[in-house]
């Protein structure tokens, strides 16, 4: 994201081949131009359907668009501890170990513990839920993650009345993971929300997708999903959980501070120097679609930056 600048891109980073090559994404694509190739004309359910999490909308957060394929969901990431490639969190994630796990709660709270993860999750009604996720370089997909929503938590652990921030650590596992044993960035990888982020019943810490455990790739066993965000706010493999006063760093700012605010926000009114925010390809499309404020959910989250200037706030 950061290490690479808009020269160095090979062409398989701005459109994957597999997007030029895959048959029915183009009739899908050219049936979306109006040239009139309906897919289901063309192939049969079974053909197209392949491991698709069922559409539709369900409960109350559920986007209803299409999923994406568990496959593309898998296979094209970002997970620098594994590598700056897309593929490489797929390709260089086996030897990971996601079990077991501790979560250490601690900070402003009344009730710091460590956990092992069965015991951090086991209170948690799982749900499965649909959003769209939009990464800041310019590409989006449609994910049905599984978890529970960060309020339930702070529910129970009571951060007290000085934290005004969560922040979130990542582990911290060179031996395990090849890509910190480089200096892509400040290892290990930080986040941090304000606490009525935290609160906002869109925040998920998520344990799996298409009902099953998180893959490595994506985050295993624990990460976080603020679907109206940019893609990197959501860290993965979370072991520290901590309560403060103060906004915290986080590892894209330290980085890169003029391209990547605190907050955060999908804005397609404010640009990224080296990226348009205006439009997005959705992993599995032909044609680019619009980038919608806060990604599609500002009936759930603008009223929480009411007032701020969000070109200083980003
Ligand atoms: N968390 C950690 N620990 N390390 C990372 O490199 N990448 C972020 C975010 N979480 C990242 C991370 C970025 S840039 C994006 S876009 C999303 O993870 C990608 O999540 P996905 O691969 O599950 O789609």
Redesign the pocket.
């Given at each position: 994201?950061l290490i690479k600048r808009t020269g160095d891109l090979k062409t398989s980073e701005i459109t994957p081949e597999h997007l030029y090559l895959n048959r029915r994404d183009f009739i899908r694509g050219a049936s979306a131009a109006g040239i009139g190739l309906a897919s289901s004309l063309v192939f049969p359910d079974s053909a197209r359907s392949d491991d698709r999490w069922p559409r539709g909308k369900k409960g109350p957060y559920d986007s209803d668009e299409e999923v994406n394929t568990f496959k593309d969901?898998t296979t094209y990431?970002?997970?620098?501890?594994f590598g700056v490639d897309k593929s490489d969190?797929a390709a260089n994630s086996a030897g990971f170990q996601p079990k077991p796990w501790t979560v250490r709660i601690d900070g402003d709270v009344k009730k710091p513990a460590t956990y092992n993860l069965e015991d951090f999750i086991k209170p948690y009604k799982l749900e499965d839920r649909i959003y769209r996720?939009r990464?800041v370089e310019g590409w989006s997909?449609v994910i049905p993650w599984r978890g529970f929503p960060l309020s339930d938590l702070l529910k129970k652990v009571e951060p007290t009345s000085r934290a005004k921030f969560v922040t979130f650590e990542?582990v911290y596992r060179p031996a395990q993971m090849p890509g910190q044993k480089q200096r892509f960035l400040e290892w290990p990888?930080i986040e941090g929300l304000r606490m009525d982020e935290a609160l906002n019943p869109l925040t998920l810490l998520a344990v799996g997708l298409y009902g099953k455990d998180l893959p490595t790739?994506?985050?295993a066993p624990l990460r976080l999903v603020t679907p109206w965000k940019y893609?990197?706010k959501?860290?993965?493999?979370i072991v520290k959980i901590n309560f403060t006063d103060k906004e915290p760093r986080t590892t894209w700012n330290i980085s890169a501070p003029g391209e990547y605010g605190f907050y955060s926000n999908v804005n397609p009114e404010v640009d990224h120097p080296r990226w348009s925010q205006k439009s997005e390809r959705r992993i599995g499309e032909f044609f680019k679609r619009k980038t919608l404020m806060f990604n599609g959910y500002a009936d759930q989250v603008a009223s929480m930056y009411a007032g701020m200037d969000l070109r200083k706030n980003f």
């Open positions: 994201m969901i990431n970002n997970f620098y501890e969190p996720m990464c997909m990542t990888y790739q994506n985050g893609g990197f959501g860290i993965k493999s």
